[in-house]
Structures are given as C-alpha cells and as structure tokens.
C-alpha cells in the first residue's frame, strides 16, 4: 500500500454535522480533500451550502443538507433523503452539539439541561442509529463522535455539557462492541480548547484563557484544523483496526 492509499477516501459518502463552521468545517474540507463526497450538515442550509461550494471550488465533491439532530423528525428526513440520493454512507461525524448555558452547576436551567441532552446525547444515538443501518446494508463503515475532554475532566461551569459528553464517550464503547459484527467502527475525538466560536466564552476572556493555557503543556490553544488529521485517521483504512477509543487531541491537558 502506497503511502496516499493508507488515507484515501475516494468513492466513500460522508455524513459531517455542525460542519458550517469550527472544528466540522475543517473536518468536511479535509475528508474531501481526500476524496470523499461530503454531505455537509448544519441546522441552517445557507451556512452548508457556503462550505459546501468551497469544497466544490476546490475540486472536491460536496451536498448541503439541514439537519438540527435535536429534532427528531429533523435526524428521519435526513436520512431518507442521504438513501434516496446516495443509497449508502460509509462515514458518520457526530460533530454538531450544544453548550447554552455557562454557569454553576446549582443554577442548571431546566431547558439548557433539557437542550443539551437532546442535541448532545439523543442527537448523536440517534445519528449513529440511522447511520449504523445503513453501514450494516452496506457491509461496514466508521463513525466518529466529537466529544471533549470535558467529558474526563469536566470543565468549570459546563456542567450538563460535560455529562453529556461523558455519555458521548460511553456511546462510542457501546457502538463499538455492538456494531463490531457488520464491519463497523465507532471511535470518539476529544477536543482540547480549540478556537471556534462554540469556545469563544473560553478563549476570549483572558482571564480563563491564561487559567487555561496553565494546564495545556503545549502551551496554546489548537487551530480547528489540527482535529481534522486525527478525525481522518479514524476515517480511513489507517484505523482499520481501531475501533471503541476515545483519542485525545487536547496539547497534553489530560496527560
């Protein structure tokens, strides 16, 4: 195998929420850049159909299609039109999620907690159920879950987003071991501070960003595009037999 074929993506459908923007924007320009066609997915259609024409623009093939994966009905239409135009997907990033309130945990709003579990914890079973089935048609796939390191270590405020990643961490075992036996993988990411506007109350305040930049050994915080390498990685045949991990990609803050 030839050093490009390890990370080659051709001819394989690949489904990436929350890819208008951050860290899924990166995700969906690099799978294509690899050869994927890439179904880049928000809640909104108009910032798809931005990234997506870029990726067009480039060479790479691109659809935009709307999904909030916090409705139900939503995660139903999107997949009966990704089966109706394509017959099949082989890549699922759950990247899409929400984080709606920044405060103690005593003072938890009943619809941010209620929010938050169903984008983060619903959104992402539910995802991974429609896609697991159409994997299971189709002899196999990978699906990978963009938790956070919040998820190990839970971060100040963050609360019922850090549970839910927690949970999004246990999900990706569970796919793992389930789903083994039709030939598909389910591996987790977990994001260290990264520059996106979804961390825009952690790295635009400068108190928090210096509190924070003291335990990340390298001493900085990660581009978007520094999460797209390793989401490839469990992507390709390169991870073929990695399957259950939960890879961190956070500078060295959990080590």
Known sequence: MSRTELFD?????AFVSGASRG????????LAQQGAHVIVSSRKIDGCQHVADAIIADGGQATAMACHIGEMEQITAVFAQIREQFGRL???????????????????????????????????????????????????????????????????????????????????????????????????????L???????ALVKNDAILKTALQQIPLKRVADPSEMAGAVL??????????TGVALNVDGGFLS
């Not at 993506?9 to 459908?13: A, E, S, T, V």
């Not at 699922?92 to 003072?107: E, G």
């Not at 990264?194 to 825009?200: E, G, I, L």
């Not at 990685?233 to 990695?242: I, K, N, Q, V």
Request: with cysteine.
């Open 23 to 30: 860290i899924g924007e990166a995700i969906a320009r690099l």
């Open 9 to 13: 993506l051709d001819g394989k459908i």
């Open 194 to 200: 990264t520059d996106t506007k979804f961390a825009s």
């Open 90 to 192: 082989d890549i699922l990033v759950n990247n899409a999620a929400t984080n709606p309130q920044f405060c103690n945990v005593l003072d938890t709003d009943l619809g941010a907690f209620q929010k938050t579990v169903d984008v983060n914890i619903r959104g992402y079973f539910f995802m991974s159920v429609e896609a697991g089935k159409l994997m299971r048609d189709n002899g196999g796939g990978s699906i990978i879950n963009v938790a956070s390191i919040n998820g190990v270590s839970p971060g100040v405020f963050q609360g019922i987003y850090s549970v839910t990643k927690a949970a999004v961490i246990n999900m990706t075992k569970v796919f793992a071991k389930e789903c083994a036996p039709f030939g598909i993988r389910c591996n987790a990411l977990l994001p260290g």
């Open 233 to 242: 990685y469990l992507a390709s045949a390169a991870s073929s037999y990695t």
